[in-house]
């Protein structure tokens, strides 16, 4: 090694004694921020290995892969890596957007490389340590299994023992890399760090936080969106036995008690009224017929156009068009949400399970004036995240409770109804497609207009490209020389929140489905049609070349059964799916659903196929029988009884096949969930005849 | 005061008798492996055995556990690991892992009573238990091995 011939930086290499630290930095973080704080790398004289990331851990088996990437490198036993979040938003963990959260499939594809340079810098450290201890040359030493290894005299130190020497060093600028045949942890199913911890009950989820002399605090809030509170009487629930205080807070109050049951029973009890509002005439179907509405608008800016459409249209064989929609969802968590706080004027502390980090530290800011030196977030196990716990209320609702009870810590828990009820749902959407077929059956054109709320209105910069409304849309995978997209904009007053896959939720339902009507259109295949519809170099097509091979697409379907396919791009990973159905009468029963995935290099096979099949029985529960509606205002559904998603009586086997392109790096949590309701409903249509051009099935007497 | 037996001990506790057993193992007990998920018995993840019996603790009250043996996660096993506990760390069942503790709890509640469950006996036995990760399809092959390991 000659690293005093090349440039080095010092900066994260910690001269505290016994500790050995790299910091791990994105490419761009280099250069702009040397110094700052941020996600590192550190091994103890005690040979612990510890990574700070920024990416919580909700069930997506993100931890686990981070520490199988780190302990291939580095040559660590993986078992020992413990990854932990920082306690402190700051800019180093920020993602592309901008912001501290754990969302948008990132956890390994985005800190893969990062990850792999820093346990590699560390690498060469304690091989250098080692070389000036054993008085060797460098390359012959390895780092294997958490020690310093001399193969021929058959020496091996603990990188413990190294650690004092090593973290002198400067840290390599330009870390040599691990050959492919040395990497032999990743791409390999091994079993989750935490599953041993969670199968025990010792596992602390947000919600298992516990604090000494803690208190509890119930939530009554607003039934309307938009409403707050018109008046509050706290005297008329003081008495109740376990009553700490009641707090006011922004659309509500909190009343803190002894326990969460007193709390509760006293919330629901409490004397309070809510101001009108314009919402609270709101009713769903109203909703519905404005954005249906809205499909016909002329005056919409376009998104998104290429070709000649009238041109095209003019000059094609039969020309197809179709309307879809979607209703709006809940992302029901199995941890329902909640919050610890431990707050005085000038510092707050908060538990919490959050996808949201740097979320809450605006929202706190912004509401409350905590700034960010005066905050700490411990993260805590998610019971389920689906983007759901990215924002900001529920600290909020702590911080207001523990301050007001003179800095005691409180921990607030919203009862399921409230999760239900209280909002930021998935948007409900429409959509308009008309496409044009030559005499061979090529989707010549294709317009496309798009209607509802605009999720990410607040990063849209022109023609109303929101990504969070149109992925999917934008980047259609077919080949369709002739497309125009544009969105019509119907905004709604409900607070919306994305839901694993965001807009591929929808949009790999809508455009799947409406493919399939193509095919049919065409008179062709499903499967034929898509391939000789995508581009010869598609991604989409091993997946679905893989998927049909698996459920003997061109053989005869068993008898009863039906099939329907599809295939959907999202965050760079490409799924296929197979959905077989029966039909029992009027109701539709899925037995078995095939998928396909490229992801890119599978960091965790198993945690790859467990993920599909989750996204397939969360895409199945949606697609068979829930939504969220409103009636005066008011959500009307309350809890699993009338929100029923998917339980196990009805879970499908589902078979998982990976396919690998040497493709880059791809999501894995949330790509599996866009196929699923088009290939239902194409496996419904070959089983009935009948289009489904809305969800849930259930709305049609078929679930 | 109500009397029970939580997890092999005796204990008393005074609280209101219409409190749902569930706060009072989490909060009083600090007994957290017993989840709270939707309070009204529709979901699972509260799962304890009242005399051996798989019961959502969010929806039984105090009272009613005067004089019964109630066990949670943390007892289910006296020493070491349930074999169902064994099967799903094998099987690596869990993902986000909040309703675990409870289809771990109706699964060994299960066994007792169907020693060799088909897949419609597991349907049956834990559709009261919902995963919302989805972890179905593992939870049925580590039902099938639990009961494997129970009879070794």
């Known amino acids: 090694m000659t690293q005093t011939t090349r440039r080095t930086f010092l900066a994260g290499s910690a001269a505290t004694l016994g500790v050995l630290s790299v910091p791990i930095r994105l490419p761009a973080q280099e250069v702009t921020q040397p110094s700052a704080p941020g996600a590192y790398l550190r091994i103890g004289a005690d040979n612990s290995v510890t990574c700070i990331l920024p990416t919580c851990e909700m069930g997506q088996g993100t931890h686990t892969g981070q520490a199988q990437i780190l302990a291939e490198e580095l040559g660590a036993d993986w078992q020992t890596i413990r990854i932990e979040m920082p306690v402190q938003p700051g800019p180093d963990y920020r993602l592309p957007f901008g912001q501290m959260r754990s969302v948008g499939s990132y956890g390994i594809r985005h800190w893969h490389d990062p990850m792999r340079r820093a346990a590699a810098q560390m690498r060469m450290m304690l091989i250098e340590a080692g070389a000036s201890r054993l008085g060797v040359p460098a390359d012959e030493l390895s780092a294997v299994g958490g020690a310093i290894v001399h193969a021929a005299y058959g020496q091996a130190i603990p990188f413990g023992e190294l650690v004092e020497a090593a973290s002198a060093l400067p840290v390599p600028a330009d870390p040599v890399l691990r050959p492919e045949e040395e990497r032999t942890l990743t791409g390999r199913t091994v079993p989750r760090l935490d599953t041993r911890v969670k199968v025990t009950g010792e596992a602390v989820f947000s919600m298992d936080v516990t604090l000494p002399d803690m208190a509890y605090g119930a939530v009554r809030m607003a039934p309307v969106f938009g409403s707050d509170v018109a008046a509050m009487n706290a005297d008329s629930v003081r008495g109740m036995p376990g009553v700490i205080e009641v707090v006011q807070v922004p659309r509500g109050a909190v009343v803190v008690g002894e326990s969460w049951w007193q709390a509760k029973q006293a919330a629901d009890a409490l004397d309070i009224t809510f101001t009108e509002t314009e919402n609270d005439g709101l009713d769903t179907p109203a909703m519905e017929a404005e954005i249906q509405a809205a499909l016909d608008r002329a005056d919409v800016p376009m998104t998104l156009e290429r070709g000649d459409l009238d041109g095209a249209f003019a000059g094609a064989a039969q020309v197809v068009e179709a309307d879809y929609a979607v209703p709006m969802l809940a992302h029901v968590c199995m941890e329902p949400i909640n919050c610890t706080a431990q707050a005085t004027d000038d510092r707050v502390e908060l538990w919490t399970g959050t996808q949201g980090h740097d979320w809450i530290r605006m929202g706190l800011e912004r509401a409350l004036g905590v700034t960010a030196d005066q905050l700490i977030i411990n993260t805590a196990y998610l019971g389920g995240g689906f983007g759901r716990k990215t924002w900001e209320n529920e600290a909020i609702q702590a911080v207001m409770a523990s301050r007001a009870v003179g800095g005691r810590p409180v921990k607030v828990i919203w009862a399921r109804e409230d999760d239900v009820q209280q909002g930021l749902y998935r948007q409900t959407m429409q959509i308009r497609f008309r496409a044009g077929l030559s005499e061979d059956g090529r989707i010549t054109a294709m317009r496309v207009r798009m209607a509802g709320p605009q999720m990410g209105a607040a990063i849209v910069r022109d023609n109303n490209m929101d990504p969070f409304s149109l992925l999917g849309l934008i980047n259609i995978a077919y080949d369709i020389p002739n497309y125009a997209l544009d969105h019509a904009v119907v905004p709604i007053p409900v607070p919306l929140s994305p839901w694993r896959s965001i807009a591929e939720s929808f949009n790999g339902y809508f455009v799947e489905s409406f493919i399939d009507e193509l095919a049919d259109a065409a008179g062709q295949d499903p499967l034929a049609f898509r391939l000789a519809n995508l581009p010869a170099e598609s991604r989409a097509r091993p997946v679905l070349e893989r998927v049909a091979e698996m459920a003997d697409w061109s053989g005869a379907a068993p008898e009863g059964v039906s099939r329907g396919i599809s295939v959907v791009e999202s965050y760079n990973s490409y799924v296929a799916q197979v959905v077989e159905v029966t039909m029992e009468g009027e109701r539709v029963r899925v037995p078995r659903v095939h998928a396909a995935i490229d992801c890119g290099r599978a960091i965790n096979p198993g945690q790859v196929e467990t993920q599909v099949q989750g996204s397939v029985i969360e895409a199945l529960g949606a697609a068979l029988r829930v939504k969220i509606s409103l009636a005066g205002g008011r959500t009307e559904q309350t809890n699993f009884t009338d929100y029923p998603i998917l339980r196990i009586d009805e879970a499908p086997q589902i078979d998982v096949a990976i396919v690998e392109t040497g493709a880059p790096l791809g999501g894995v949590g949330e790509p599996g969930v866009p196929p699923l309701a088009g290939a239902l409903c194409n496996a419904v249509f070959a089983a009935t005849g009948q289009r489904i051009r809305s969800l849930p099935l259930a709305d049609h007497g078929l679930a | ?152």
């Open chain 2, 1 to 152: 005061m109500t009397d029970f037996t939580l997890n092999g001990s005796g204990v008393s506790v005074e609280a209101d008798p219409d409190t749902p057993l569930l706060w009072i193992l989490r909060e009083r007990m600090g007994l957290t492996g017993t989840k709270f998920g939707c309070g009204i018995g529709a979901c699972g993840a509260c799962t304890v055995h009242l005399d051996g019996q798989a019961v959502p603790s969010c929806s039984i009250p105090l009272s009613v556990a005067e004089g019964a043996e109630v066990t949670t996660i943390e007892g289910l096993s006296e020493g070491g690991l349930h074999p169902v506990q064994e099967a799903w760390i094998e099987i690596d069942v869990p993902q986000c892992g909040y309703c675990q503790t409870g289809q771990i709890m109706a699964t060994a509640a299960m066994l007792a009573q169907v020693p060799e469950p088909t897949d419609e006996d597991i349907d049956s036995y834990l559709a009261g238990n919902i995963c919302r990760c989805g972890v179905y399809p593992r939870i049925r092959a580590a039902a099938k091995r639990a009961a494997e390991l129970s009879r070794t």
